[in-house]
Each structure stands twice: as C-alpha cells, then as structure tokens.
C-alpha cells in the first residue's frame, strides 16, 4: 500500500510539472539578465539541390533588441541586428551590407525567430507570428507561421522544440519555397562575460 501511495504521489508530481509549462514560461526561461550565447548546427536543404549544406556557429543576444549570429563553419560570416539596423559581414569576400531589417522577408525569419526566442520577448514574436504551443509529458513545442506573406504563397513556419523545463534545443524554418534549415541548439550561457564577448564582436563587426 505504501509503495502504491508513493507512487501515486510521484506521478502527481510528474502532472504538476506537465501542466504548468506554458509559452509564458518557456519565454521566461529564454530571457537573459545580461547576455546570452548558443552553440548551432545548421543544416539547409534546398529543394533545387540535393546536396545538404551544413554549418556551425555561436549566436549571442542581449536585451532589448540585439542579436547577433557567428557562423564560424564552412567560412566566417557574422550578421548582427540592432534595433532596426542589420549589419552583415563576411570577410573571405571581403562582403559588407548595413540595411534596415525586413521581417517580413523570408530570407530572415530565422533572425528574426532567433531575435524573439534569445531576448524572452513574446510580444515580439506575437507581433510577426500566429504562435501555436503544446506539450507533451517529455518535450515542448512552439509552431509560428509568419502572418505577412504573399498571397498565393504559404507563410513561413518556424518550429522551436525543447525538452520541458528547458530552453529549445531544436529549430526548424520552412520557407515558402520549400527550402529549409534546421539548427541544433545548445543550451544558453548567461553571464557578463558573454556581454563581454558579444561586445567585442559587435565592434569588430563595425570595423569589418
């Protein structure tokens, strides 16, 4: 009797914690104190190609509104967004763009998805997608379909996923085309040494 009572206790335990995940609650776990970073796999398959094109890197965010991408694999790139602006670099082609952002470009929904998920900010998020959130007894799941897009064509779709009580360590982004990346997060570092880091990046970017 006492190992049923036990175990009763334990599985009512498990439901509490199923049922208080929420899409508030993951974006609170998302959002820095001061700064944050991620480790990324990115893989993108096009639907012209058959080959898969890979890549890796760090992302950075920073409260309010600052974001910043490092692909460090197959070959530098950077492409930082602050407030409005979009700054893009990539060295070995010796490549600079500073341009007002677009969020309803598809070739940026991922920046854009990243930008609202790394600074907690579900106002955002709920600005430029129609949000759908469920949970499972393991895992979480975050659907968004941009509500900008061509008539005739299907919206973006991005899926975040993480397992329940942490922050995503999955995303996926669907474009209209059909094209798509997918990413494998790490899971976030906090800290005033990532504020320092994502500083020193932001002005080497500046000096391009």
Same mark, same amino acid.
């Given at each position: ?57 760090? $992302? ?11 692909? =460090?694999?197959?070959? /530098? @790139? %950077?492409? &930082? ?43 955002? $998020? ?11 007894? =393991?895992?979480?799941? /975050? @659907? %968004?379909? &941009? ?62």
């Amino acid at each position: 009797m006492i190992k049923k009572i036990a175990a009763v206790f334990l599985l009512s335990l498990s439901a509490v914690g199923y049922a208080q995940e929420s899409i508030e609650s993951v974006m609170a776990r998302m959002k820095p104190d001061v700064a944050v970073k991620i480790s990324y796999q990115e893989t993108r398959y096009m639907g012209l190609f058959d080959d898969e094109w890979q890549g890796s890197g760090t $992302l950075y965010a920073e409260i309010p509104d600052v974001m910043l991408k490092q692909q =460090l694999q197959p070959e /530098l @790139e %950077m492409m &930082a967004a602050q407030g409005s602006q979009l700054t893009y670099s990539k060295p070995a082609t010796q490549t600079f763009h500073q341009l007002q952002i677009d969020e309803s470009n598809p070739m940026m929904a991922s920046l854009a998805a990243f930008k609202g998920m790394m600074t907690g900010n579900l106002v955002y $998020l709920r600005q430029l997608y129609e949000l759908k959130f469920t949970i499972s007894e =393991l895992s979480w799941t /975050l @659907e %968004m379909l &941009a509500k900008d897009y061509e008539e005739g064509e299907e919206p973006v779709k991005i899926i975040m996923q993480g397992l329940n009580e942490q922050a995503a360590n999955k995303m996926a982004v669907i474009l209209p085309d059909g094209d798509r990346s997918s990413y494998e997060l790490s899971q976030p570092q906090q800290g005033l040494a990532v504020k320092a880091q994502l500083a020193d990046l932001l002005q080497s970017l500046q000096r391009h």
